[in-house]
Nanobody
Framework: QVQLVESGGGLVQAGGSLRLSCAASGSTNSINIMGWHRQAPGKQRELVAGISSGGNTNYADFVKGRFTISRDNAKNTVYLQMNSLKPEDTAVYYC??????????WGQGTQVTVSS
């Protein structure tokens, strides 16, 4: 089992920045891919960014050039640096980690609110 604890959400003005963190504990040697999803009110949860154990990254088109995902394998932590935030980025952000056996672990979610 893997437990995920997220931090770093909050309220920020448009154009501002936030950095989300997600730390894993438990069977962390089973983790392959780390990533972030988000869910806005009334909308489906969607992928924001992902990073493989080898450091390969992928981003949703709506965050390219603004958000950066990174990971610290020694700390079993994934980060999401969010710059140039827009009101439409307002959502609950969820950390997800996928094991080598393709089992998904989810964090509890952290609220990000961007005011105009």
């Amino acid at each position: 089992q893997v437990q995920l604890v997220e931090s770093g959400g909050g309220l920020v003005q448009a154009g501002g920045s936030l950095r989300l963190s997600c730390a894993a504990s438990g069977s962390t040697n089973s983790i392959n891919i780390m990533g972030w999803h988000r869910q806005a009110p009334g909308k489906q949860r969607e992928l924001v960014a992902g990073i493989s154990s080898g450091g390969n990254t992928n981003y949703a088109d709506f965050v390219k050039g603004r958000f950066t995902i990174s990971r610290d394998n020694a700390k079993n932590t994934v980060y999401l640096q969010m710059n140039s935030l827009k009101p439409e980025d307002t959502a609950v952000y969820y950390c997800k980690m996928r094991s080598w056996s393709k089992y998904d672990y989810w964090g509890q979610g952290t609220q990000v609110t961007v005011s105009s």
